[in-house]
């Protein structure tokens, strides 16, 4: 029987973090995978990332003929995904890693609760050798989520989980955005549906200083206060969120980085607690401490 839910998962030369992803989505899950290749220098070699798979469903690939950006990656991948009719739509991006039944726990959540279109979880951040360097906790619920989506995102990317469906009134990824394309996302789903996040710690996101939101931090911020405006309203978080992307177009990404506590409270980032988590050979996955 065919599986409900698709992952989609953009790639652009980089096999080796593909490989690493796909390997990391555990043999217990019923998903399909399809990646979308956004114009690589080579073509991926299918065969050899049909070896890392261990899930129980198949893998897909798109090929578009040049680069096109993430955004509209994702948006063909989106077009892909509903004409096969599956249910679901989990993301994932090259590099990061799954948490033990990451997309089953989603599933059976949003299953669970018919009236919530999109779920995320919390995550830990990585660097390139899979240690953890910080751990990134987010709000659950849909009235916190509605309130602090102007301070800081609420979601992390890679991490989201959501109806098809959402897909009817929705219309994919804002292509006015080569980044920040998943803040305007997310303002879009929760004019029709409740979100929500998993508070456990189901993805680890490699955590890469030539990516595009760390090379590309002026555009994501503009890109970030664009949304802002679009939808802003009268109150303290909307406020609050336009100010703090001002202030942080003027200050160097270095500075934020070393007191992020003052920018991402509200996510409740715990360094220390972060340092004591360990990596489980075993289980292939971080614990935290115990």
Same mark, same amino acid.
């Given at each position: ?46 065969a ?15 090929? %578009?003929?040049v680069?096109q ?7 063909h ?9 599956? %249910? ?26 018919p ?18 360097? &910080? ?26 989980? &959501? ?23 997310? &303002? ?13 710690? %189901? ?33 303290i ?26 920018f ?24 935290p401490?115990?």
């Amino acid at each position: 029987m065919k599986p409900q839910i698709c992952i989609l998962l953009p790639h652009f030369n980089d096999l080796e973090g593909l490989q690493k992803s796909i390997a990391s989505i555990g043999n217990t899950e019923k998903v399909d995978v399809l990646v979308v290749d956004d114009g690589s220098d080579e073509k991926i070699n299918e065969a050899l990332v049909r070896q890392s798979k261990n899930f129980r469903g198949d893998i897909y690939f798109l090929y %578009l003929t040049v680069n096109q950006g993430i955004c509209k990656a994702i948006n063909h991948g989106l077009i892909w995904i509903r004409q096969q009719g599956y %249910l679901f739509v989990a993301r994932l991006d090259c590099g990061d890693t799954c948490g033990k039944q990451r997309f089953e726990k989603q599933w059976a959540f949003l299953v669970q609760h018919p009236k919530i279109g999109l779920v995320g979880t919390w995550g830990v951040y990585v660097d390139k050798k899979g240690e953890g360097l &910080f751990v990134c906790t987010l709000p659950t619920k849909d009235t916190e989520i509605r309130q602090k989506i102007y301070w800081s995102c609420p979601f992390m990317h890679p991490s989201i989980m &959501f109806r098809t469906q959402v897909l009817d009134k929705v219309k994919g990824y804002d292509e006015r955005f080569r980044v920040g394309e998943d803040l305007a996302f997310y &303002f879009q789903v929760i004019k029709h549906w409740k979100v929500a996040n998993l508070p456990e710690y %189901l993805l680890f996101y490699e955590f890469d200083e030539k990516s595009i939101s760390s090379h590309r931090r002026k555009q994501v911020l503009l890109a970030t206060l664009t949304t802002l405006k679009e939808h802003f309203r009268w109150g303290i978080f909307p406020v609050l969120g336009i100010l703090k992307n001002i202030l942080a177009l003027r200050l160097s990404r270095k500075w934020i980085f070393r007191n992020r506590m003052v920018f991402r409270d509200l996510t409740q980032i715990n360094i220390e607690n972060a340092k004591k988590w360990r990596f489980s050979t075993k289980k292939s996955a971080f614990l935290p401490p115990s």
